[in-house]
T-cell receptor, first 114, second 117 residues
Framework: ETGVTQSPTHLIKTRGQQVTLRCSSQSGHNTVSWYQQALGQGPQFIFQYYREEENGRGNFPPRFSGLQFPNYSSELNVNALELDDSALYLC?????????????FGPGTRLLVL | AQTVTQSQPEMSVQEAETVTLSCTYDTSESDYYLFWYKQPPSRQMILVIRQEAYKQQNATENRFSVNFQKAAKSFSLKISDSQLGDAAMYFCAYRTSLLKGAQKLVFGQGTRLTINP
């Protein structure tokens, strides 16, 4: 059973650019959630995807968008990057439909915006 | 909205001793899930233990156990026989049991645990 993977591990962008982060869910999981973790803080929920549709969204602007593919992998896209977007981006997968399903996290992508 | 508070930014313990990390939360829901995650310097968030609010029995996983006080909305983590590999940032998290909408995790600010040899 493969775990959650994310790519790339590190990324450096400049303000105003666009970025795409990728996540492959754990085998058997059908739901992907994305979180933003600023340095020294707890993760903040961005959005969740289930059955290729957004299933809920946190307090993030529309320039944060995502996709889920038929194989349950997912992308997080951020347009018009701002300095405050510098953070660790975590992807978590789970299996919706199981009672109390647990979210399992990938290793994260560290994004630095200059 | 649910909130999670970890009042101890940093804790330290001697190797082989016991340490307790505190967590309180606020919710109007009667059924929910609580989690402790560990995040070592490698950054990967690792599940430590999970508690269902409808269960009165406290969860245990080897050296890790919780003290779940539903009325007080308290969920502390006890680590027994602390090992050097336990050094990490520990996050308490809340998740609704409602099936409608996103099953999002609400995290506390974290507690950095240091193990002294």
């Amino acid at each position: 059973e493969t775990g959650v993977t994310q790519s790339p591990t590190h990324l450096i962008k400049t303000r105003g650019q666009q970025v795409t982060l990728r996540c492959s869910s754990q085998s058997g999981h059908n739901t992907v959630s994305w979180y933003q973790q600023a340095l020294g803080q707890g993760p903040q929920f961005i959005f969740q995807y289930y059955r290729e549709e957004e299933n809920g969204r946190g307090n993030f602007p529309p320039r944060f968008s995502g996709l889920q593919f038929p194989n349950y992998s997912s992308e997080l896209n951020v347009n018009a990057l701002e300095l405050d977007d510098s953070a660790l981006y975590l992807c978590a997968s789970s299996r919706t439909g199981e009672t109390g399903e647990t979210q399992y996290f990938g290793p994260g992508t560290r994004l630095l915006v200059l | 909205a649910q909130t999670v508070t970890q009042s101890q930014p940093e804790m330290s313990v001697q190797e082989a001793e016991t340490v307790t990390l505190s967590c309180t939360y606020d919710t109007s829901e009667s059924d929910y899930y609580l989690f402790w995650y560990k995040q070592p310097p490698s950054r990967q968030m690792i599940l430590v233990i999970r508690q269902e609010a409808y269960k009165q029995q406290n969860a245990t996983e080897n050296r890790f156990s919780v003290n779940f006080q539903k009325a007080a909305k308290s969920f502390s983590l006890k680590i027994s026989d602390s090992q050097l590999g336990d050094a990490a940032m520990y996050f308490c998290a809340y998740r609704t049991s409602l099936l409608k909408g996103a099953q999002k995790l609400v995290f506390g600010q974290g507690t950095r645990l240091t193990i002294n040899p």
